[in-house]
């Protein structure tokens, strides 16, 4: 009724990216194979344009506003995730031909599906209603689980997609009945009126059990134990650059919709403690996932199968900082934004390394196949103990300030002491299989002959992924500042 | 007049039977059947309440998670058929090639 | 299972079969009955069968009786896009790809990895039977007839194109995704590896992967 042409501006950089996606598939289809060396300047085109209308909304969103209804928001805490979504996008896209055209899998539609995948982040990220929380689920999902099926003639992408598709559609699906549950109890499905009905409603069953449904479908998402077991094979068999893809943004989208449910919708002390309280539940995630994503990744040969398991541990330190928003309040929202960024650039970097060694016969996934690198690639060996060291999370890498800011948020109150000291532990344990590259690659003698990819685009995503980690690393403090800066429309 | 719990029941009865179906069966056909079943359950679950409350939206909503669900097993079924290619098989037990 | 939610409705058969303890049928609940019946035997029937058209048309059963149950709480529109979209498109789409795998699965229950499932089915059995229990004490929140309009296509078109348009419009960037997943996937025939031709070929033959161990594995 009253619709404003204003309010697409909260909505600039999905359309921005959804008319940059069906011009690319517009192009793929008229022009074929030959303008598609087009095809990734254009997608980093869309990209940078998105990542300026976010700029400008970040200038002007002093506070927070609300559009389509209260379907959608724009505060700092989804331009922030959606500007990671972004990079992650740009990254991927960096990587990808030289990849595909290696492994002989090109298609143009590679880059709008990507594009649409990072809309429906955008869109999950900005969610402040159920409807549009299942909606950018779907449109992530749906274009992330043909992307991980789409090296043609491997059957491990076949099989990875398979698994990711029947795993993710369960999950959807009991997103959705949680999602149905929680509007019996209160008759909406907005999340800030959910939360001014929460005194009423948090004790009716109704309600836990919806809300319960919903924190495990996230869980699926997200990856975390017990709900991780496509995760390894989804990850292994995707082709790379998709693999770094979803271990980063999908599960920062993830971690976005979670992270706004209980900081604001699911915020209240009853909901929050107690047996089905998602503190107590959310705890005993973080500790499953982060010593089965550990122990799973020490006993891989496979560099791409322990980064996967890897990224399984990393969203266990994640759920750290989320069970903190219970003790410190909303606050704490800073350190795991900070996190989802360290992690996103270190991530997307190890994998962009991994796929940069292999050729088409030759994936060289095994850590044996690394032996000696640092003889005879230098730089790239370096990029990559830099890239073990922060996942490691040794100073002054990004990722040691992204486990200290998340770990002194949980530390402030007494409570989640335990939590910290197994998070701890767990880091240390996991250093054994990161520093295990790093010595493969520098004290090893070289083994087989190596043809790696020669590609501009991939020095490029290794140099961002570089540059990122050493930058937020070695000055951390103004990412933190605009990170607890990036406050939630309320 | 029929109450309203007699469908959110039915509805909770259609989702346990399409939970087993994706748990218990191996034949990745039913599975997707049993996905489809779990979301009807859903919808059942959301019209029923909307028309306790008297609200259209959640009808809208239906409406939305019917396109979705559409989309979602087109996708799904385009898969299965990828992997038939490869595989000659829907049994997901025998996926097995990615060592665990 | 469900016993929680299931011991009221057999309250009421037996009261049924006892005779008027007070509680009078009115037409419409027997017939929600008999439709109920007729669904949640679909549902059972979709997953058990082991051939996937008896399972598909198992399956168009319940969608059907969906369509009832839809129009017996006056959203009249949506009993009609059940019927279109489910029962017409979607179930056409599986009838089409089960026509070109066109085999029945050897073993239809899994035995393999049977601890998670069994927790998996007790977790789910569980919080279910709990939800049910208590959508039992939903009764009739708003036992009244709801206005004429409710459920009608002016209705919910005017939800769908003023408060859900964002919605409305980001479903058609899915359903293109959806198209274009349909395209990315029917393009890899042309790369090699299997043909399609020697797929229809050999379907009779046992599935050519050996390495079937039979335990899955899911300590990882």
Same mark, same amino acid.
């Not at chain 1, 410190?328 to 360290?342: E, F, K, Q, S, T």
């Given at each position: 009724?009253?619709?404003?042409?204003?309010?697409?501006?909260?909505?600039?950089?999905?359309?921005?990216?959804?008319?940059?996606?069906?011009?690319?598939?517009?192009? /793929?289809?008229?022009?074929?194979?030959?303008?598609?060396?087009?095809?990734?300047?254009?997608?980093?085109?869309?990209?940078?344009?998105?990542?300026?209308?976010?700029?400008?909304?970040?200038?002007?969103?002093?506070?927070?506003?609300?559009?389509?209804?209260?379907?959608?928001?724009?505060?700092?805490?989804?331009?922030?995730?959606?500007? $990671?979504?972004?990079?992650?996008?740009?990254?991927?896209?960096?990587?990808?031909?030289?990849?595909? !055209?290696?492994?002989?899998?090109?298609?143009?539609?590679?880059?709008?599906?990507?594009?649409?995948?990072?809309?429906?982040?955008?869109?999950?990220?900005?969610?402040?209603?159920?409807?549009?929380?299942?909606?950018?689920? /779907?449109?992530?999902?749906?274009?992330?689980? $043909?992307?991980?099926?789409?090296?043609?003639?491997?059957?491990?992408?076949?099989?990875?997609?398979? !698994?990711?598709?029947?795993?993710?559609?369960?999950?959807?699906?009991?997103?959705?009945?949680?999602?149905?549950?929680?509007?019996?109890?209160?008759?909406?499905?907005?999340?800030?009126?959910?939360?001014?009905?929460?005194?009423?409603?948090?004790?009716?069953?109704?309600?836990? $059990?919806?809300?319960?449904? $919903?924190?495990?479908?996230?869980?699926?998402?997200?990856?975390?134990?017990?709900?991780?077991?496509?995760?390894?094979?989804?990850? /292994?068999?995707?082709?790379?650059?998709?693999?770094?893809?979803?271990?980063?943004?999908?599960?920062?989208?993830?971690?976005?919709?979670?992270?706004? =449910?209980?900081?604001?919708?699911?915020?209240?002390?009853?909901?929050?403690?107690?047996?089905?309280?998602?503190?107590?539940?959310?705890?005993?995630?973080?500790?499953?996932?982060?010593?089965?994503?550990?122990?799973?990744? =020490?006993?891989?040969?496979?560099?791409?199968?322990?980064?996967?398991?890897?990224?399984?541990?990393?969203?266990?330190?994640?759920?750290?900082?989320?069970?903190?928003?219970?003790?410190?309040?909303?606050?704490?929202?800073?350190?795991?934004?900070?996190?989802?960024?360290?992690?996103?650039?270190?991530?997307?970097?190890?994998?962009?390394?991994?796929?940069?060694?292999?050729?088409?016969?030759?994936?060289?996934?095994?850590?044996?196949?690394?032996?000696?690198?640092?003889?005879?690639?230098?730089?790239?060996?370096?990029?990559?103990?830099?890239?073990?060291?922060?996942?490691?999370?040794?100073?002054?890498?990004?990722?040691?300030?992204?486990?200290?800011?998340?770990?002194?948020?949980?530390? /402030?109150?007494?409570?989640?002491?335990?939590?910290?000291?197994?998070?701890? =532990?767990?880091?240390?344990?996991?250093?054994?299989?990161?520093?295990?590259?790093?010595?493969?690659?520098?004290?090893?003698?070289?083994?087989?002959?190596?043809?790696?990819?020669?590609?501009?685009?991939?020095?490029?995503?290794?140099?961002?992924?570089?540059?990122?980690?050493?930058?937020?690393?070695?000055?951390?403090?103004?990412?933190?500042?605009?990170?607890?800066?990036?406050?939630?429309?309320? | 007049?029929?109450?309203?719990?007699?469908?959110?029941?039915?509805?909770?009865?259609?989702?346990?039977?399409?939970?087993?179906?994706?748990?218990?069966?191996?034949?990745?056909?039913?599975?997707?059947?049993?996905?489809?079943?779990?979301?009807?359950?859903?919808?059942?679950?959301?019209?029923?309440?909307?028309?306790?409350?008297?609200?259209?939206?959640?009808?809208?909503?239906?409406?939305?998670?019917?396109?979705?669900?559409?989309?979602?097993?087109?996708?799904?079924?385009?898969?299965?058929?990828?992997?038939?290619?490869?595989?000659?098989?829907?049994?997901?037990?025998?996926?097995?090639?990615?060592?665990? | 299972?469900?016993?929680?939610?299931? @011991?009221?409705?057999?309250?009421?058969?037996?009261?049924?079969?006892?005779?008027? @303890?007070?509680?009078?049928?009115?037409?419409? @609940?027997?017939?929600?009955?008999?439709?109920?019946?007729?669904?949640?035997?679909?549902?059972?029937?979709?997953?058990?069968?082991?051939?996937?058209?008896?399972?598909?048309?198992?399956?168009?059963?319940?969608?059907?009786?969906?369509?009832?149950?839809?129009?017996?709480?006056?959203?009249?529109?949506?009993?009609?896009?059940?019927?279109?979209?489910?029962?017409?498109?979607?179930?056409?789409?599986?009838?089409?790809?089960?026509?070109?795998?066109?085999?029945?699965?050897?073993?239809?229950?899994?035995?393999?990895?049977?601890?998670?499932?069994?927790?998996?089915?007790?977790?789910?059995?569980?919080?279910?039977?709990?939800?049910?229990?208590?959508?039992?004490?939903?009764?009739?929140?708003?036992?009244?007839?709801?206005?004429?309009?409710?459920?009608?296509?002016?209705?919910?078109?005017?939800?769908?194109?003023?408060?859900?348009?964002?919605?409305?419009?980001?479903?058609?960037?899915?359903?293109?995704?959806?198209?274009?997943?349909?395209?990315?996937?029917?393009?890899?025939?042309?790369?090699?590896?299997?043909?399609?031709?020697?797929?229809?070929?050999?379907?009779?033959?046992?599935?050519?992967?050996?390495?079937?161990?039979?335990?899955?594995?899911?300590?990882?």
């Amino acid at each position: 009724m009253d619709f404003d042409v204003s309010q697409l501006s909260a909505i600039g950089p999905i359309v921005a990216l959804t008319v940059a996606g069906c011009f690319l598939l517009l192009l /793929e289809a008229f022009a074929g194979g030959r303008q598609r060396a087009y095809l990734m300047p254009l997608t980093l085109a869309a990209v940078a344009v998105a990542l300026v209308l976010e700029a400008g909304q970040w200038r002007d969103a002093q506070l927070a506003t609300s559009a389509f209804h209260g379907l959608l928001a724009v505060d700092r805490f989804s331009i922030l995730l959606s500007s $990671v979504f972004l990079v992650g996008c740009g990254m991927t896209a960096l990587l990808a031909p030289a990849y595909m !055209k290696e492994h002989e899998f090109e298609f143009g539609e590679f880059y709008a599906l990507l594009i649409f995948a990072t809309a429906g982040m955008i869109i999950l990220a900005q969610a402040t209603d159920f409807v549009t929380i299942f909606l950018g689920i /779907e449109t992530m999902s749906i274009a992330v689980y $043909v992307l991980t099926g789409s090296w043609r003639n491997s059957a491990k992408s076949a099989e990875g997609a398979m !698994k990711y598709f029947m795993v993710g559609a369960f999950a959807t699906s009991v997103l959705l009945y949680g999602i149905a549950l929680i509007y019996g109890a209160t008759g909406t499905t907005a999340l800030a009126e959910i939360a001014r009905q929460a005194p009423r409603v948090s004790q009716a069953p109704l309600f836990i $059990v919806g809300f319960l449904l $919903v924190i495990v479908a996230l869980g699926f998402k997200i990856a975390a134990v017990p709900f991780h077991m496509w995760a390894p094979d989804a990850y /292994e068999g995707a082709p790379t650059p998709v693999t770094a893809f979803m271990a980063t943004t999908v599960k920062a989208a993830g971690f976005a919709t979670l992270i706004r =449910l209980v900081a604001t919708t699911f915020s209240r002390t009853e909901l929050a403690y107690g047996s089905s309280g998602w503190a107590s539940i959310l705890s005993w995630l973080a500790v499953l996932t982060m010593t089965l994503g550990n122990l799973g990744a =020490l006993r891989q040969d496979n560099v791409k199968r322990m980064l996967a398991y890897s990224s399984i541990a990393h969203a266990g330190y994640l759920l750290v900082g989320v069970v903190a928003i219970a003790v410190v309040g909303a606050d704490a929202r800073g350190p795991l934004i900070y996190y989802l960024v360290a992690y996103t650039f270190t991530t997307i970097g190890a994998f962009g390394v991994v796929a940069w060694i292999g050729n088409k016969n030759d994936e060289r996934v095994m850590i044996d196949d690394w032996a000696g690198l640092a003889s005879r690639h230098p730089a790239q060996a370096l990029a990559m103990t830099l890239f073990m060291l922060s996942l490691g999370g040794f100073p002054p890498t990004a990722g040691f300030f992204g486990k200290f800011y998340v770990f002194r948020a949980a530390l /402030e109150k007494p409570t989640l002491i335990w939590l910290v000291v197994v998070a701890v =532990l767990n880091s240390v344990i996991s250093v054994y299989y990161y520093l295990r590259v790093v010595t493969a690659m520098y004290f090893r003698e070289p083994g087989r002959e190596l043809r790696p990819l020669r590609s501009n685009g991939v020095t490029a995503a290794l140099l961002i992924a570089a540059f990122g980690v050493l930058a937020i690393g070695i000055l951390p403090s103004w990412l933190i500042d605009a990170a607890n800066a990036a406050l939630f429309l309320q | 007049m029929i109450p309203i719990h007699w469908f959110l029941e039915l509805a909770a009865v259609l989702f346990v039977v399409g939970s087993l179906g994706v748990i218990l069966r191996r034949n990745a056909l039913i599975m997707l059947m049993g996905i489809e079943l779990q979301l009807n359950a859903a919808n059942l679950t959301l019209v029923a309440f909307s028309r306790a409350y008297h609200d259209a939206h959640a009808q809208a909503f239906a409406f939305i998670v019917i396109a979705v669900a559409a989309a979602e097993a087109a996708v799904g079924l385009a898969i299965l058929v990828g992997i038939f290619r490869n595989r000659r098989s829907v049994n997901v037990d025998e996926l097995t090639i990615m060592k665990h | 299972m469900l016993w929680q939610s299931v @011991q009221p409705m057999g309250r009421v058969t037996a009261q049924l079969a006892t005779g008027d @303890q007070g509680m009078q049928w009115s037409g419409p @609940q027997i017939w929600w009955w008999i439709i109920a019946v007729f669904t949640v035997g679909g549902a059972i029937s979709t997953v058990t069968r082991r051939n996937n058209i008896a399972a598909v048309m198992s399956l168009v059963a319940t969608f059907f009786g969906l369509a009832a149950m839809y129009a017996m709480l006056s959203a009249h529109f949506l009993a009609a896009l059940q019927v279109l979209v489910y029962a017409g498109a979607i179930m056409t789409l599986f009838v089409f790809v089960i026509m070109v795998l066109n085999r029945d699965e050897a073993e239809p229950w899994a035995w393999s990895g049977i601890f998670t499932k069994i927790v998996g089915v007790f977790a789910l059995v569980y919080l279910v039977t709990k939800v049910g229990y208590h959508l039992f004490g939903v009764a009739a929140a708003h036992p009244e007839t709801p206005p004429a309009e409710f459920g009608t296509v002016a209705q919910v078109g005017e939800v769908l194109f003023t408060d859900y348009l964002f919605v409305f419009e980001a479903v058609s960037v899915l359903l293109l995704i959806a198209v274009v997943a349909a395209v990315v996937v029917a393009r890899q025939r042309g790369g090699g590896g299997t043909d399609d031709d020697d797929a229809s070929a050999d379907i009779t033959t046992t599935p050519a992967v050996g390495h079937s161990t039979g335990h899955e594995d899911h300590h990882s």
